[in-house]
């Protein structure tokens, strides 16, 4: 039954998901910035056979952000770091085509990947918060023309990482030949955003190029993601809203040419387990004592362009706050306002469910539970077409992982869902996936080749 | 005598400095993207006390680049690699000031100076080559402009790197405060070249702030590292040279308010080491047989915009080329042409030995020799004024290395210029550098931020 095998990804942010997360006695306070705590969680998932850890980002801060985005590793820098430590796991790492230069992140990835023995992935956003452009010298583009950029960006990042053949680098000591000029290819790419010649001063990776990971989840996001990417991250709801985009996603792959087996999808949630139903609800409310309801409402501004909650009656039904979400976290507010409306929430249960489980509302409700129960559920969102892992943003990265691989993974190995060993050596061996081929590698794109310098004036 | 330890650092450029130093017995052919090579050096020069490990750089690449520049790993990647595997050694990394951005690299030196307990430096340069800007979707700036955008560079991340204080975070489980926020600077700085709201996402570094090296010998490069650098990094020439060097870098500094002792100054070397006289001639001729002519004539043509040397007779003295290299390596170009024109040399002459010892042609000929002679020759360096340590560039950086260590060290160590064990454990303990207060740590600055918001109208 190794085709029905679970894959998981785990959050590696700080103490935990839950915004107050360093307050809990099972992480050290300080974990956003704890080099050993990294290490040591990133281990603890890869002796469990885990597939990858995520990392986080964000490119500006105020007085109010969450204390774990105000004191955090920079993704390369801890990626890299990780790489050296572990031997297994699969490394992904958030990087954005707004504020950054596809020359060095192409560069930096494929040295990750390198570094690692070919486990390393990029996780594509465009940036939501507005405040980024001022850490950086620039305007901050709306939602369209972000999405613009980072599909133009995703072409000549791909593109650098296909600048030498595979066996372009010849190393022959005896005759002094280094390379094979014939094998090394400039992009002399000409686009509305990037101009950039090439080629890239790196060779092809293990996996051929870093895997790329998408969790845009507008349109535009699963456009760009069918296009491009190898995983999608999305907030995952409930089962059905889950199916819907699963097809979406897989339908789309198909509509660019290519196999919806290639693409795999990760609901986010953050699942709070208990040995028994009591044991979760004893642990949920333990994560609720972490915060105070100014720090709930707080979070909950993040998602609303830190809108300010404290002018509403807490105990009365969530406000109806339009499209105020909408240049942002645009699918996590819709679905924050969703839930809230369907259940009758007031504001102050808004609140303090999603500080405690952050921004996975709708996954976190299923998946809080006995681990019999989460691992039933996890099973039948992938039978039934809703999901091909989770990515797991444990509220608190302590004991929620501990929980998770002491509880969980038994069961679904004995059902035949997990193993304790990751299945090859690379990101791509884990998941299935093949080696990614250059586009030069085929006699057809490479006659397409022979044209560019021609098409453009050269 | 411990004040005149002699600082090392190595520079790890795979297989080494010779651009053909992949051909060498004593290292793999494909060093420049080997992580398990880079790490058994590190820890070789690490195991030896040497100071640092110095990762250069470059943004452009074409078909006749030196083999170890077409195919390397980006610097940050590989220093944070390097930070998880070694203890001691200090890690210097280049990134350029003309096409990075400020609140990025600030993030990524910060993180690796807490991932390796404080060791991280950064390398400040302009990058000379013209192609850069072609792949980085803009026009490359001139000399001069290009050490204006530094100059103001560097102020914006070294304000980020003070964001906060030493003391801003609390994490006081019980109270649940995480952070002080009258500890948290925002810059707002907004100059001819950058505007950065601040504040960084992450904590000052355990130096307070990583190192800064600059290696551009300009009167602009001189200007700027006066006014920023730790280290200066540059290509030494003669001893008369470098005592000029020496002491206008000092009173620049001193003109600057600063103590001219906490700037510290490393010619670059090449040193080819044999245990007599003879055996040194030896290794010389081996490496220079690592080359071919043709090899030889491309390489110089990189410190002269790519110029062709084909073109000249190889036997008759070396041409007049002007100020062919002034916008790009403008002092290592006017280096090579003076030795050139001081020893008479043909153009051959100066193609060969320019490749088999790199830029390093004035010193490379004084550290050419019996160990004991190179160890005398260094201990000179120091007492006369003209060094505070050396930027070894091994031609091969497998026996050239091992030679240095093997032969060299032990002179040195018994003369009392070196010890086995470096001191303290961070970079700057190791030169003796205080640790990097805040701006903010003093009143009267701190007096000063509070006018920012007043003056910039806020």
Redesign the interface.
């Known amino acids: 039954m190794s085709s029905k095998r679970i894959h998981f990804g785990v959050m590696l942010q700080g103490a935990g998901v839950n915004m ?1 997360a ?2 809990h006695p099972s992480v050290p ?2 974990a956003s ?1 704890n ?1 050993d705590f990294y ?1 040591e969680r990133a281990r603890k998932a890869e002796a469990a056979g885990l597939d990858f850890v995520f990392i986080a980002d ?4 105020h ?1 109010k ?1 969450f ?1 774990h ?6 993704p ?3 990626l ?6 572990t031997s297994r796991i699969g490394l992904v790492g958030t990087m954005s085509t707004s ?3 596809p ?2 992140l192409a ?2 990835f ?3 990947d ?2 690692s023995g070919g486990r390393a992935a990029w996780n594509a956003v465009t940036s939501p918060l507005e ?1 980024s452009g ?5 305007a901050h583009p709306d939602h369209a023309l972000r999405y613009k950029i980072a599909d133009e960006y995703l072409e000549v990042v791909t593109k650098l990482w296909d600048s ?1 053949d595979d066996d372009a ?1 010849i ?1 022959d ?1 005896k005759s ?1 030949r ?2 094979d ?1 014939s094998k ?1 290819h400039r992009l002399d790419h000409h686009g509305p ?7 890239l ?3 092809r990776s293990p996996q051929g190029q870093p895997l790329i990971f998408q969790a845009g989840a507008s349109d535009a996001g699963i456009e760009l993601a069918a296009k491009y990417a190898d995983c999608v991250f999305t907030n995952g709801g409930t089962l059905e809203k889950a199916q819907t985009f699963y097809r979406k996603v897989k339908d789309a792959a198909r509509a660019h040419g290519r196999n919806p087996d290639h693409i795999k999808i990760f609901p986010g949630t953050g699942p709070v387990i208990g040995a028994t139903e009591e044991a979760a609800q004893e642990r949920l409310r333990e994560y609720g004592k ?1 915060l ?1 309801i100014e ?1 709930a409402l707080n979070y909950l501004s993040h998602f609303f362009q830190q809108h300010d909650f404290s002018v509403y009656p807490l105990d009365e039904p969530f406000p109806d706050l339009g499209d105020l979400g909408k240049d942002g976290f645009r699918s996590t507010s819709e679905e924050i306002s969703r839930i809230a409306r369907e259940r009758g929430l007031t504001l102050r249960e808004v609140a303090v469910e999603t500080a405690t489980l952050r921004a996975h509302i709708g996954t976190s409700e299923t998946f809080t539970g006995s681990a019999e129960r989460i691992a039933g559920e996890m099973i039948r969102w992938i039978d039934e077409g809703a999901a091909d892992g989770f990515m797991l943003g444990f509220p608190v990265l302590g004991c929620g992982l501990d929980d998770f691989v002491d509880l969980v993974l038994p069961i679904l190995a004995e059902r035949g869902y997990h193993d304790m060993q990751t299945q090859g050596t690379t990101l791509r061996d884990h998941f299935g996936l093949p080696y990614r081929e250059s586009v030069y590698a085929h006699p057809a794109d490479a006659a397409a080749e022979e044209q560019v310098p021609a098409m453009a004036g050269r």
């Open positions: 107050n360093w307050r306070p300080n910035i080099f290490v964000g490119l500006y801060i007085e952000s204390p985005f105000l004191n955090r590793f920079e390369v820098a801890i890299s770091a990780l790489a050296a430590m504020y950054s230069d020359y060095t560069r930096q494929g040295s990750i390198m570094i405040g001022r850490n950086y010298s620039r030498w680098f190393r000591v002094g280094f390379m000029p090394m955003f990037f101009d950039v010649e090439g080629p001063n790196i060779a972490l105070t720090d």
